[in-house]
């Protein structure tokens, strides 16, 4: 009963997230640099922390992935590894994000038992109806904005409305969104986004998260 209620409580948390950090080290100077970013992000109203660093060591991820822990817990925010459900089990995450090519979501709920939270990157629609079906808690869907160096295809604002009215399930856009362009997925009734350069490497992270949840409609 009370682990019911926990998964309950879990989904109805995250039906209210609307800004949500992926995490990316690679200019910091140092980990303690690296922190203070993410929790100046969470200050300034980031609801989601994902640990995706693709690049570090397992044993350095774990030890990152204590801190960020502790960090969320102190701001009330839900914390996910990318990846990887065997270390969001050890230090403890809310859940996991997995991507198209990862582990399917019943088994890393097999790991993480059913309270955990499990998201699923998914750039169509077919992919999302996938993603329900599986049992995904939320998606990231995109990309929706791109930089003029990638190529990559980008999802119209039609499919985006699509998305919006027949999903159940929350969907957080994503695609190199920033403080520029924020307000044009703001008009669809987007209020649930995806954002790591724009805010890590902010002057002051809390400032810009600030801003975006500004932008943000509820």
């Known amino acids: 009963m009370w682990d019911k209620l926990k ?9 209210k997230k609307r800004l949500y950090l992926i995490t990316d080290s690679e200019k910091f ?10 929790a100046s992000a969470l200050q ?8 995706r660093e693709k690049t570090m060591p397992d044993c350095v991820i774990v030890e ?3 801190k960020i822990r502790t960090l969320c817990d102190e701001y009330g925010a839900t914390f996910v590894v990318n990846d990887r459900p065997d270390i969001a089990k050890i230090v403890e995450a809310d859940g996991v994000h997995l991507g198209q090519d990862d582990i399917k979501v019943p088994d890393a709920r097999e790991i993480l038992g059913n309270n955990s939270i499990i998201g699923k990157t998914c750039s169509n629609t077919d992919e999302i109806i996938n ?5 995904a808690d939320y998606v990231t869907f995109g ?5 003029l160096t990638k190529n990559n295809q980008y999802i119209d604002f039609s499919t985006i409305q699509w998305v919006n009215e027949n999903i ?8 190199d969104i920033s403080l520029t362009n924020v307000d044009e997925l703001a008009q669809t009734g987007t209020n649930k986004i995806v954002v790591t350069n724009a805010i890590m490497y902010a002057r002051i992270p809390e400032h810009t998260a600030r801003e975006f949840i500004k932008r943000l409609p509820y």
Do not use: C, R, Y
Request: charged residues 20%; glycine residues 10%; without cysteine.
């Open 29 to 38: 100077l140092s980990k303690d640099n690296f922190l203070d970013a993410i």
């Open 64 to 66: 990152i992935g204590h």
């Open 7 to 15: 998964e309950q409580f879990n989904l109805l948390k995250l039906e």
């Open 168 to 175: 159940d399930i929350p969907i957080f856009l994503t695609g």
């Open 44 to 51: 300034g109203g980031v609801d989601i922390v994902q640990l």
């Open 143 to 147: 990309p929706i904005f791109t930089s």
């Open 131 to 135: 993603a329900v079906n599986e049992g």
